[in-house]
T-cell receptor
Framework: GNSVTQMEGPVTLSEEAFLTINCTYTATGYPSLFWYVQYPGEGLQLLLKATKADDKGSNKGFEATYRKETTSFHLEKGSVQVSDSAVYFCAPPCGGYNKLIFGAGTRLAVHP | ETGVTQTPRHLVMGMTNKKSLKCEQHLGHNAMYWYKQSAKKPLELMFVYSLEERVENNSVPSRFSPECPNSSHLFLHLHTLQPEDSALYLC?????WGTGSYEQYFGPGTRLTVT
């Protein structure tokens, strides 16, 4: 079945550092891929998505490219801010009814 | 604001109590989901509803009873819970077909504590 592997956290960075959170997945076909973010005390929010191979999703300075050759969807940001401190989830689809499979989440802590 | 609301945001209940969690989506979606999020564990999908019909129950104990009276509302009825049921319960919705946009939208969650 479908699966996702996400790098373990926590990731601790200084403000303005470069961020990469790795995500690889196994899935049938070439589904849409998603990154979600969960800020403290809140639910999950869709951060970005890519709907086909080689597509790049972007939002709030974050980017992720759908690489079908490596089945990866790594999240990147060139300059993180303290406000980016949150837990990030990579989520490929898993079966019908738009079900998603979530990685364990990567906690990011950004210090001034 | 994601268009999915959940009430209450926090709930403390004893093991013998009966309570209900409510979820409402204002997005016109036709699928809804209940998730359980426990500390240090992956997000667990509990139930899936499609067009008000339950299409998936992931081996959830019967002390959790979902209800979907219409496509905009989803409830999770709780009774005789155990302390290990303490968690954040998240509701989500999505549009299964038509728009080509299949992501899920989540509510803020209900933080449940069972004493």
């Amino acid at each position: 079945g479908n699966s996702v592997t996400q790098m373990e956290g926590p990731v601790t960075l200084s403000e303005e550092a470069f961020l990469t959170i790795n995500c690889t997945y196994t899935a049938t076909g070439y589904p849409s891929l998603f990154w979600y973010v969960q800020y403290p005390g809140e639910g999950l929010q869709l951060l970005l998505k890519a709907t086909k191979a080689d597509d790049k999703g972007s939002n709030k300075g974050f980017e992720a490219t759908y690489r079908k050759e490596t089945t990866s969807f790594h999240l990147e940001k060139g300059s993180v801010q303290v406000s980016d401190s949150a837990v990030y989830f990579c989520a490929p689809p898993c079966g019908g009814y738009n079900k998603l499979i979530f990685g364990a989440g990567t906690r990011l802590a950004v210090h001034p | 604001e994601t268009g999915v609301t959940q009430t209450p945001r926090h709930l403390v209940m004893g093991m013998t109590n009966k309570k209900s969690l409510k979820c409402e989506q204002h997005l016109g979606h036709n699928a809804m989901y209940w998730y359980k999020q426990s500390a240090k564990k992956p997000l667990e999908l509990m139930f899936v509803y499609s067009l008000e019909e339950r299409v998936e129950n992931n081996s959830v104990p019967s002390r959790f009873s979902p209800e979907c009276p219409n496509s905009s509302h989803l409830f999770l009825h709780l009774h005789t819970l155990q302390p290990e049921d303490s968690a954040l319960y998240l509701c989500a919705s999505s549009q299964e077909w038509g728009t080509g946009s299949y992501e899920q939208y989540f509510g803020p969650g209900t933080r449940l504590t069972v004493t």
